[in-house]
Structure formats: C-alpha cells, structure tokens
C-alpha cells in the first residue's frame, strides 16, 4: 500500500520555524520526486519546493526561496520541508506529493503541476499568527 504521511505541522508566530516531515512507503523511493504543495482556504493548491531522490536536485519557488529547505533522507524514504521566517501569508494546509517524473524531465514543468504527481498524503495544516 502506498502511503505518503506528513507530520510536523502546528501554530507559530511570525517570524518562527517548522519542519515537516513527508514519510513515504510503498514504492520505490529513489524512483520519483517529492513535492510539497500547500493550499490556504479559498486559494488553488500551489506547489512550494521539490526534489528528486535520485540526484538531490531541487526546485524553490520564489515565495519560499531563501527561507523553506527541502531536503531527503533516503536510508528513512523521508522528506523534510525545513521552514523559517514564517509569516502569515504561509498559513495553509501543507501537502507532499509523489511525481514518477525524475531527472530533467520533473524540471520541465511538471514539478509545479498537481497533475505531475501520482500519490499524494492527506495534508498537515501550518498556521502562522501575527
């Protein structure tokens, strides 16, 4: 059975940290990419950062970029979303996600569409207060 679990979500001030965790089982882990999405309420789910396992190449959008850390380790099938310097605006339901596209291929746009990722866990909220 494939499971994709998060952990690590919660409320922070402004200004605090978080780490998520992404535990995948069930598949073969160095054969795809996780990415971590995150929708707040009334808002589309939009991808956040990304990595692919076989070569630790990653992605950041420019939202995150400078302050969330994506990183792995293979040995656990974990990934871990490292997030400082929270504000309100990265208040949301936190999700990681498995794409079978890896390599160059993941970086060619599919690392940001939702339809690129084939499993997917049930979420962590994060809420960052002011």
């Known amino acids: 059975e494939v499971q994709l679990v998060e952990s690590g979500g919660g409320l922070v001030q402004t200004g605090g940290s978080l780490r998520l965790s992404c535990a995948a089982s069930?598949?073969?882990?160095?054969?795809?990419?996780i990415g971590w999405f995150r929708q707040a309420p009334g808002k589309e789910r939009e991808g956040g950062s990304g990595?692919?396992?076989?070569?630790?190449?990653?992605y950041y959008t420019d939202s995150v970029k400078g302050r969330f850390t994506i990183s792995s380790d293979n040995a656990k099938n974990t990934v871990y979303l490292q997030m400082n310097s929270l504000t309100p605006e990265d208040t949301a339901v936190y999700y990681c996600?498995?794409?079978?596209?890896?390599?160059?291929?993941?970086?060619?746009?599919?690392?940001?569409?939702?339809?690129?990722?084939?499993?997917w866990g049930q979420g962590t909220q994060v809420t960052v207060s002011s």
């Open positions: 990595i692919t396992i076989s070569d630790g190449l990653r």
């Open positions: 996600a498995a794409s079978p596209y890896t390599g160059s291929y993941y970086y060619r746009g599919w690392e940001k569409c939702t339809d690129g990722y084939r499993f």
């Open positions: 069930g598949f073969v882990f160095a054969d795809y990419a």
